[in-house]
């Protein structure tokens, strides 16, 4: 009966360092893991570089089956240290653990699966989980307050936008007649986003006098309807600031999210958060 | 007089399938649509690539033969469903449903009249009737408020911006004297519009150190006064967050929609709003 | 003394059509003096396209000269219709008017001053006080006080922008070493004008590792920072909404504008405001 | 101790007239520094043009060795008339002023230093000072109050997009393969921050149909979050608008700035505030 308890504990306490953030251990993990998760895309960034490759290609190597065995030892501590490892498992923040951790292993024994690696960059993320111990606290939720409140809003804004593209995208093919560029409708919806967002590449540009005139509209009503994400995040800014409320920590058995604050039971799993 | 009832009837349940979209029959009817309007774009715009035409190009001809005759039978029982059809012909959404039908049968006896065929992506704007289905209503409802108040402050803005590149256009004609893109006027002026919209395509730019000069000013206003239309609307939303109303049905005579929402009577044809 | 009160009579009558737009003869007057301006730009700009020129040249020499005798009939009705009519030539629409007025003999008698008929664009301008005729007032004169509100704030910000545009533009210099278009500082100002208001024409643009690094920061910047304009907007337009007043007419002696709706003698010359 | 008093009396003076701006002096001088400044940077500016160098280089020799006493001059006169020199020299504005003063005596002793000047654009930042003195200060004040409040979350949306660049950008290099300028990770990144600033030069764009999507999809988020920033600082405007309060002068004795309105003493330093 002792030696569970102690396991609860130790169990207790590996999850209070590796899924909060509030205890001293706790920080100085998320803030190791971050600074490894950084180093590590940085080396995968340089070994990207085709010169810098030949010099150091093969130290990289090593480097890279160092990083690869730390993450593995936090994924497994990560699994040990929760009651029920699958919720985590599936989890989005544990969705991206896996894939990242994936083209490791698949770089050592495949070769060409390197450039997979890339996809560790996804780990930034966890980034945003780092800030919860720092004074940025109360920004990051009245951030996140107006963005959920706006998100509904802004789908159905970028939706116009897109059918605005085709429709726009396809008048250009019909004017520009599948030349300069404008070879096929996908082609000239391409341009259609690229002059909406007022991005404007030139890799594809209006030649006759008929597209440049309809190429001008589009870029005006682009012009114009910035105005309408802006608009909609700003009232909700507003509307936010007038609810402001604490973010709730994660729950210690299946690691998940967005308890209201005065819960006293994770709405996921039922257990208790400590 | 049992039979006019039963006709009445079976109109009456027609319309509501058709036009109106909070029955289960209504719903269904509005997503089949919109998937084979979505999908019947995917066609015409595989089609144009011609590398994939080549391929099977012979069988989308068949599959545009099958859309052809599903949206002329949708455009019928439209017609049918309603006491009044022209209203219905002559509303915006049946100008834009009689648009994305006709190429249909152009291009079936004319060569090349396939490429008119994308008019059809104009029918993708019925994807702002299919989400008044869904829990998007407050939102949609809140923003076309918003919208129309700002419509004429907007326009305003535009105006100023066309008078100014205008002005600029010309200006910059005179700087660069006929070269380097700024050949004649009308291209000076689409010079101007990609520049202050902050589009900046780079196919035209300007070469001399004056054109440069006068460029930067150009660039200088765009990136100023885009703040006009945000301010605009961002203004414009807080007073329409103020004058929530849900938006009206349409109309099961003519079709039309935009009824206040205590009226009992249509407002463009007169007869009662079920 | 009946012949000076005729005179008057007939002066003020002028001065209603021409200065003032709230009669049916001022509405007439002012949409009939908007028409030719926009149709003689229209031709200024066909006259510079090189082709149009060949076929119409001839014709086009012909219409220029009947818009340029209706804009001195005009430019002189101006002048007879006001008490102090140097009041007039010397006050900005005035300005403007002898401007657009002095090419039209200059391309008369000299060879090449005809491209200098762009400058009649600038009458376009004088859109803005038609729209006085219209519902659009309300509009004007929101959007005109808060202009004027956000105009010191936002010439800080442009100067702020200008100040890190020359410090950017600088260490971009540096940086690229008069290579790949950094040929000296102006131009390389110009690049970080061309980059921080997100134009991005691609004329010039960073090659070495470190300027692409330097320029993202300076997108990066740029993407930030306009903010602060739109922001300044819609603080200033909220503060408008509260102290909407309508905007006087124009001075029937001077013809200047900007009087307070109480004023009863103008703020100017200090003859009575009929 | 007459002495002591009349050496106080000068230093003190002259601190009145170095640096503060609320005597007629002080704006003198102020006003006066501010043109040397910006005539300085002109010549740099136009010495950097090859062609304007040649004709007068040996003139803009003799210019800047006038400009570099007349900044040391000022220099040591910031040195003597405060009590406490080192605090002015690690003061923000103190090292600027170094900065900008040691590359006019390295580019006389070492050929190619000359370049360095250019750093002395860093000191255009005081004409924000000189603002001080003019009718902007209510505006200057009320747009640093909300900039301030609006920095840490801009720092964190800025941060977000600097992840976001990282994965779209390595996701673009897995896509485009190596190919099209898509070489390296970090080369991917500088598009994507191109991209998503939809500043667009258009040096490096997709070429592939896979890469033209996500290249659409980063077009997309980069004209959606746009809005992020822009709410942020509305917001902030707003309620800074509710606690506008007078930015206090700097300190007689260690010339730094940032005092409370109420304060008597100097809270760097504790020397009285005068």
Redesign the interface.
């Known amino acids: 009966m002792a030696s569970t308890e102690t396991k609860k504990d130790w169990r207790f306490k590996l999850h209070e360092i590796i899924y909060e953030s509030n205890t001293r251990a706790g920080k100085a993990f998320d803030v190791g893991l971050l600074i490894a998760i950084f180093t590590s ?1 940085i080396v ?2 340089l070994d ?3 010169s810098i490759h030949q010099q150091y290609g093969h130290t990289f190597k090593y480097v890279e089956w160092v990083y690869t065995a730390l993450f593995t030892i936090e994924y497994t501590l990560r699994l040990v240290s929760i009651k029920r490892p699958w919720k985590y498992v599936f989890s989005p923040l544990g969705i991206i653990d896996l894939i990242a951790l994936i083209p490791s292993y698949l770089s050592i024994f495949f070769i060409g699966a390197q ?2 690696l ?2 560790r ?2 780990r ?2 966890r ?2 989980r780092i ?1 919860k111990l720092s ?2 606290l109360t ?2 939720n ?2 996140t307050v ?2 959920k409140g ?1 998100l ?3 789908s ?8 605005l593209t ?2 726009l995208g ?2 250009m ?2 004017v520009e007649q599948r030349e300069n560029g404008f ?5 000239s ?2 341009w259609a ?11 594809i ?1 209006p030649v006759t ?1 008929t597209g ?2 309809v ?2 509209i589009v ?2 009503i ?3 309807i ?14 936010a ?1 007038r609810q402001k409320k604490e973010l709730p920590e994660a729950c210690p058995t299946c690691g998940r999210e967005g308890h209201d604050g005065d819960a006293t039971f994770c709405k996921f799993c039922g257990s208790a958060l400590l």
Do not use: C, Q, W
């Not at 159905?156 to 059918?163: A, R």
């Not at 070879?183 to 082609?187: A, F, K, T």
């Not at 690229?194 to 030139?202: E, P, R």
């Not at 910035?226 to 509307?239: C, E, K, S, W």
């Open positions: 895309i995968v960034m990207s570089v085709e450039s997979l890339v996809f960059a996804l930034l993320l980034v945003f800030f004074r940025f920004e990051i009245f951030l107006a963005l706006s509904r809003k802004i159905i804004f970028l939706l116009t936008v897109l059918s085709v429709i396809s008048v093919y019909l070879s096929n409708i996908p082609e919806i391409y986003i690229v002059t909406i967002t007022t991005v404007g590449y030139g890799d540009a006098a440049k005139f190429a001008s870029m005006l682009g012009y114009a910035i105005a309408v994400p802006t608009g909609i995040l700003t009232h909700d800014l507003a509307t600031a």
